[in-house]
């Protein structure tokens, strides 16, 4: 793997190898599971180990890393059974969201999906999957936000914390990038120029619904292929 040195301006360097770590796994550079070691990480990001150690601690936190017993820090490794799981709830509570967004946003939070969703049907073709992820996590944010209900708020940042893995699994998979933007616009649609709470809850919860099963089945042919190459 190639080295990625930091740049020390502007944001702290922990910031930024933070945020380049982050990006790798969800990138695919690193395999679920796989261990983390420091000395190979401080050469990769050309940083100390104080930083690298500060940078594991804060993934560790939003569950993309893993500390185990005799191993140290991995790879999160989600089981198929964890990701249902978590789907189940981010679908329940997103619908909710949706709901609440029709009967609480404000008119500025209201402008700003729409000018999300027409930059996302916009560029979404053309940007990489770091900045896919970006602008979903705007999108996200603008929801959750306009759904005026911090309890849904906290909760949602911990599931999506932990799904980031597989929404990069399922952004990258065929097909799925014009469903996406459909999917987007239909919640913008019901929400904000129809003001429907029925159908923007039903749209939110369609989304997540095809969101798991292309992550799941692209997680279950990532697991098969480990598998096949382990007994190779």
Do not use: W
């Not at 793997?1 to 502007?10: D, I, K, Y």
């Not at 049907?121 to 959750?144: C, H, N, P």
């Amino acid at each position: 793997m190639a080295g990625q040195r930091a740049q020390r301006v502007a944001a702290p360097l922990r910031l930024q190898v933070l945020e380049l770590l982050r990006q790798d796994i969800l990138a695919a550079e690193f395999t679920p599971g796989e261990r983390l070691v420091e000395a190979r990480l401080c050469a990769r990001y050309e940083v100390s180990r104080t930083v690298i150690r500060e940078v594991l601690r804060q993934l560790e936190s939003e569950g993309l890393v893993t500390t185990v017993a005799n191993r140290g820090p991995v790879i999160t490794e989600l089981t198929v059974f964890d990701a249902k799981a978590l789907y189940e709830v981010r679908c329940a509570l997103e619908g909710l969201a949706g709901a609440l967004f029709v009967e609480r946003a404000t008119p500025e939070q209201r402008e700003q999906m729409g000018e999300l969703v027409r930059r996302f049907s916009r560029t979404y073709s053309k940007a990489d999957l770091s900045e896919r992820l970006a602008m979903k996590d705007e999108f996200y944010d603008i929801l959750t936000a306009g759904a005026g209900n911090p309890i849904i708020d906290s909760t949602l940042r911990g599931i999506h914390a932990r799904v980031q893995m597989l929404r990069g699994l399922s952004m990258q998979a065929e097909g799925r990038e014009p469903e996406t933007v459909r999917e987007l616009t239909a919640i913008y649609d019901a929400a904000v120029v129809r003001g429907d709470a029925g159908a923007a809850r039903a749209a939110c919860e369609i989304h997540v619904r095809n969101a798991a099963a292309t992550a799941l089945a692209q997680l279950a042919a990532q697991r098969s292929e480990r598998q096949r190459t382990d007994v190779g």
